[in-house]
C-alpha cells in the first residue's frame, strides 16, 4: 500500500540499526540518513547512479563487516 515504509536493518562491526524510508525518500536523503549512524554502526554509504547505494565498512579486517536484512520490502521490486 501506498503508506507502507520500506524497512532495513543495516549491521556492522559496531552495532545495528533499522532505517525505514517512506514513498519519495530519495538515495540521497536515505544515503544521509545512513551515514548519521556511520560511528555508531561502523559503516558509511554512498550513491550508485541515480538509484543505487553501496554500503562498506569503515574498517579493514576480518573483524569489519556489513549485513543488510530486508524487514518490510513494502513491494519494492528487487528488496530481497
Known amino acids: 500500500t501506498a503508506n507502507q515504509l520500506f524497512t532495513i536493518e543495516i549491521a556492522g562491526a559496531n552495532g545495528s540499526r533499522e532505517f525505514s524510508f517512506s514513498n519519495g525518500t530519495t538515495v540521497a536523503q536515505a544515503v544521509t540518513a545512513i551515514n548519521s549512524f556511520k560511528d555508531v554502526l561502523g559503516i558509511s554509504a554512498a550513491t550508485v547512479s541515480t538509484s543505487g547505494i553501496e554500503i562498506r565498512s ?22 530481497n
Do not use: W
Request: hydrophobic residues 35%.
Open 58 to 79: 569503515t574498517e579493514y579486517g576480518s573483524d569489519n563487516f556489513v549485513g543488510i536484512k530486508v524487514i518490510e520490502s513494502a513491494g519494492v521490486s528487487g528488496a
